[in-house]
């Protein structure tokens, strides 16, 4: 069976954020059925996009047996990772826009987002990868690095620079 590099961020600033990060790897490790393949160091950076508590932040790589298509397969992913964050008590019911369609940034427990399926382009309505805001964002961009493979620096170079 094929299998795909699927690279996931993780952030927290609520609580014991280095608990929550480890809770939330755990959870991923069952629901995924297996361990990452690489995990990058954890680093604590500012709020982004919100006057918040810092986030301890950090990436993992999970090599994962790829079912159905691309689209089909990474929109599962974020069902899972969904289920990891409601699971650790975030609330997935806060709205995400303004009256204006400005994105809302809040404290979380706990934050997943799938920067990376393989070298594949995603574009759904729930589901963008590679995840639009990885170039802007150090606390994604430098552990993304630190573990990425050389498929995905070549496919996406503008993400690394």
């Not at 919100?50 to 069902?79: K, M, S």
């Amino acid at each position: 069976m094929e299998r795909v590099n699927v690279y996931l961020g993780l952030g927290s600033n609520q609580g014991n954020r280095e608990l929550n990060l480890l809770k939330a790897m755990n959870l991923m490790d069952e629901a995924f059925g297996t361990h990452p393949e690489r995990i990058s160091r954890i680093i604590e950076t500012p709020a982004w996009g919100f006057d918040g508590q810092p986030f301890l932040n950090f990436c993992v790589l999970y090599r994962l047996p790829r079912t159905g298509t691309p689209e089909e397969h990474a929109t599962g992913i974020l069902r899972q990772v969904k289920e990891v964050e409601k699971a650790l008590g975030r609330n997935l019911d806060e709205p995400l826009f303004d009256a204006g369609g400005n994105r809302i940034y809040h404290d979380r427990i706990i934050d997943i987002d799938i920067l990376c399926y393989g070298a594949f382009t995603i574009c759904t309505e729930n589901l963008i990868i590679p995840h639009p805001l990885i170039a802007e964002r150090d606390f994604a961009r430098k552990p993304l690095l630190e573990i990425s493979k050389p498929e995905i620096r070549e496919a996406f170079p503008e993400l690394f620079q």
